[in-house]
């Protein structure tokens, strides 16, 4: 069975060739903008692995990478947390909370191929 | 520069004038004649006992051979070289600033111009790093771009994709190509011309102070009986440059209370009053039933007149934060650093509605000694079990009596010679000097 990847990011055309780009890898895509609802839907699914936006309408991926890290159910799951700000302070932070792996946009279709086969086979 | 005479200069024309000779007047006042000569030529400086001896040998007041504004000079040129020199010949400062006034003031002065840079480059990076429009902005482009480049890549991967994808990669490559184009359209339009209306930006509280200062901390139009709250406004809309709009309300506040002390202490019957006691600001509150830090800030808007001597004010809030700086010679404050804790100024916040009279000195032997009327009181009526915040005001004038017993003040830990003093909280940036006296 194909394995499950949720896509949380709210910029429609990043979401489309992302998708295609991992479809095509052999991934279920499943995409979510909505940073309110982002945890319910994590939970709901679950996925193999979650692809998370920082700045998400509603709610920072940073809160919803917490929440994930403090839930049982999600605390193992890995998370690939995509920012358009580079910076120390927020590198940082993700580690602190617990992510898997952090890539700064843009990026390169390879990286994040590169990425998410590493991590799902990890 | 004004061609303002070094204290060298004033004692050789005393002398002359005296028909004294230098080898006499030296051998009176216990010194060779060379080294006489030297000081003569602003090569040495002097200050203290030998300046007493010398002006007493030379029937005058110590006080009419020395110039506050060369001991400020002085100190000006301490704190640049603490601030960035390592390699400064420090000891020999007065021999600089004796033989060559005009490059020692240019020094002096393009060190505060690198200090006021400074804060406000700190201030255009604080802006950079926390303003949210330019992030909003910068994301803009980050996005838009990173769906190019992924979109493209995809295209251009060398792999099959049908017909339907391939349309809609191009579509959506276009409307981010337009996104990225208004994006960064946008970022250098508000990189061009910074919100605040170009330039550097400075404080509001600086604005506000270079405002107050190009009017002389005086303003006729508030003087006037009945003068309207208008009046205010009025004044800060005129201000050139034009103040940002945080300054004008700062310079509106201040200009109101200066408008109502203007109403409780009217001009003319305030400066009589002034000049007949002496300036004294006790004897001026009891004459006119007025708040004593209403008569501090009055005295210190008096307009500059030989009647009056030189005044300087600071008005600071609980934390130590200057609100409202008249600087004199001798005296100022350090905006952005922290200041000397041992001014009277930061003394009345511990003792609120105790009005302090101190008489200071600088550390050097030629610094002026300066009168200090300081009281702390509540910003606003306290209300029960409510603490009011408070505000220090402080009123800097000559002192009258120099044989007045002086409490050390300094320019601020960094640039401080006193290396014992217990209010130190930091080491002084400056080697010590021999010659400095009363630590």
């Known amino acids: ?122 | 520069m004004a061609q303002r005479q070094l204290t060298g200069s004033r004692l050789r024309a005393r002398r002359l004038d005296m028909g004294l000779r230098q080898a006499d007047l030296a051998a009176r006042a216990g010194i060779s004649a060379s080294y006489l000569n030297l000081i003569e030529h602003n090569r040495r400086r002097i200050g203290g006992r030998l300046l007493r001896v010398l002006a007493e040998a030379l029937q005058a007041d110590p006080s009419a051979f020395t110039d506050e504004a060369e001991a400020a000079l002085m100190t000006r040129l301490r704190a640049a070289a603490a601030a960035r020199g390592d390699t400064v010949e420090l000891e020999r400062v007065e021999d600089f600033a004796g033989r060559f006034p005009g490059w020692a003031g240019l020094v002096a002065a393009q060190d505060a111009r690198l200090s006021a840079l400074e804060r406000q480059l700190r201030a255009a990076r604080d802006r950079m790093a926390h303003d949210p429009a330019l992030a909003a902005s910068l994301h803009d482009v980050i996005s838009a771009a990173t769906a190019i480049r992924s979109t493209a890549s995809i295209l251009v991967g060398g792999e099959e994709i049908d017909a339907d994808w391939q349309r809609r990669f191009h579509g959506n490559i276009h409307q981010d190509s337009q996104r990225l184009a208004d994006a960064s359209r946008a970022l250098a339009g508000y990189l061009d011309a910074p919100a605040d209306g170009g330039g550097v930006p400075m404080a509001p509280v600086e604005e506000v102070e270079a405002f107050l200062a190009a009017q002389g901390h005086h303003h006729p139009d508030l003087e006037f009986p009945d003068a309207p709250p208008q009046a205010a406004a009025a004044l800060v809309a005129a201000a050139s440059p034009p103040l940002g709009r945080a300054a004008a309300d700062l310079a509106l506040v201040h200009l109101d209370r200066y408008r109502e002390d203007a109403q409780a202490l009217p001009l003319a019957e305030f400066t009589a009053a002034a000049v007949a006691a002496g300036h004294d600001p006790a004897i001026l509150a009891a004459r006119f039933g007025a708040d004593l830090d209403r008569v501090l800030r009055r005295l210190a808007a008096l307009p500059d007149d030989p009647v009056h001597p030189p005044r300087g004010l600071a008005v600071c809030d609980g934390a130590g934060a200057i609100l409202m700086l008249k600087p004199m010679a001798g005296f100022s404050l350090p905006r952005g650093a922290a200041a000397c804790p041992l001014w009277p100024l930061y003394q009345a916040l511990s003792l609120p509605g105790q009005p302090l009279r101190r008489t200071v000195a600088l550390p050097g032997e030629t610094a002026p000694r300066l009168e200090c009327y300081a009281l702390a009181v509540p910003r606003v009526p306290a209300g029960f079990n409510r603490a009011a915040p408070l505000v220090a005001t402080m009123l800097v004038m000559p002192a009258t009596d120099p044989a007045d017993t002086a409490d050390p003040v300094g320019p601020g830990c960094r640039f401080c010679p006193r290396t014992t003093c217990i209010a130190r909280r930091e080491p002084s940036a400056m080697a010590t000097t021999d010659s400095a006296s009363g630590l």
């Open chain 1, 1 to 122: 069975m194909a394995k499950r990847v949720l896509l949380i990011e709210d910029e429609p055309n990043i979401i489309e060739a992302i998708s295609f780009i991992l479809s095509r890898d052999g991934w279920t895509v499943h995409t979510q903008s909505d940073g309110v609802t982002a945890l319910d839907r994590v939970r709901a699914l679950p996925p193999d692995l979650v692809i998370l936006d920082v700045m998400l309408p509603g709610k920072s991926g940073f809160d919803i990478l917490r929440e994930m890290r403090a839930d049982a159910t999600t605390a193992a799951m890995p998370v690939l947390m995509l920012t358009a700000r580079g910076q120390e302070r927020d590198r940082d932070l993700a580690l602190k909370l617990g992510v898997t792996r952090f890539m700064t946009k843009p990026f390169s279709n390879a990286e994040v191929l590169e990425a998410v086969r590493t991590m799902a086979g990890g």
